[in-house]
């Protein structure tokens, strides 16, 4: 293991083993509620209730699938959007309308629509791009099948919408922008090592494997 990834991967764990913390501080007597997540996730369905919708500002990509990422990944990417840390206008509107207790229930209701297991061992990549997962150490997040993060307040990112996985991705490359951006440490000093290019080759690569996401669409849109 060379010295970056091993900096990387040591980097990661001890950031895990933090937001795991604080994470569970943050839980401490908010439990979820599925059925009133559902009630709660009509500001959600407009967009995250369509398969294919696609976001249209401040970039342009496919709206991420979120049913069957854990509720602790739902409420963490929540409170970033609240914070300010991920930079997109309606989310940050939504978000900042939210209690502690609006975004577990909304954790709760979206975690409940797994209804696959992603397979232990995900199809191989081309060289090139193993050579670069490698290098970023996403597995070590994200698990070997990238549908086991380490910890659940880390998303599955197996089968997301590639589009949406780029823009993700370059989003942590930017600085000092008011409606684009992600402000993680972590993966600023990952995505900073990969050009555009190589960001979209991975993407590209995680969207096409066997994952546990899905949109599942609301009665209104049956």
Do not use: W
Not at 206 to 217: C, D, F, H, K, Y
């Amino acid at each position: 293991m060379n010295t970056l990834k091993t900096t990387i991967v040591r980097t990661v764990v001890a950031a895990a083993t933090l937001a795991a913390v604080a994470v569970s501080a943050q839980a401490q007597g908010v439990t979820g509620d599925v059925a009133a997540g559902k009630q709660k996730a009509e500001m959600c369905i407009g967009c995250h209730g369509i398969p294919g919708y696609q976001n249209s500002f401040p970039e342009i990509h496919k709206v991420p699938m979120i049913s069957g990422q854990t509720a602790q990944y739902i409420v963490a990417s929540l409170n970033a959007y609240k914070k300010g840390d991920r930079k997109h206008p309606s989310m940050r509107g939504i978000a900042g309308s939210l209690t502690e207790q609006d975004m577990a229930d909304l954790g709760a209701f979206y975690s409940s629509h797994v209804s696959k297991q992603a397979p232990e061992t995900p199809k191989p990549p081309t060289a090139a791009v193993a050579a670069l997962l490698e290098r970023g150490a996403c597995a070590s997040c994200h698990g070997a099948n990238f549908s086991k993060p380490i910890d659940p307040s880390y998303p599955k990112i197996g089968g997301q919408h590639a589009d949406f996985l780029f823009v993700a991705l370059r989003s942590y490359k930017v600085e000092n922008n008011g409606v684009v951006g992600r402000n993680n440490a972590i993966m600023g000093g990952i995505a900073k090592q990969f050009s555009n290019a190589e960001l979209r080759a991975m993407s590209k690569y995680l969207a096409s494997v066997q994952g546990e996401l899905a949109t599942v669409p609301q009665s209104r849109f049956r």
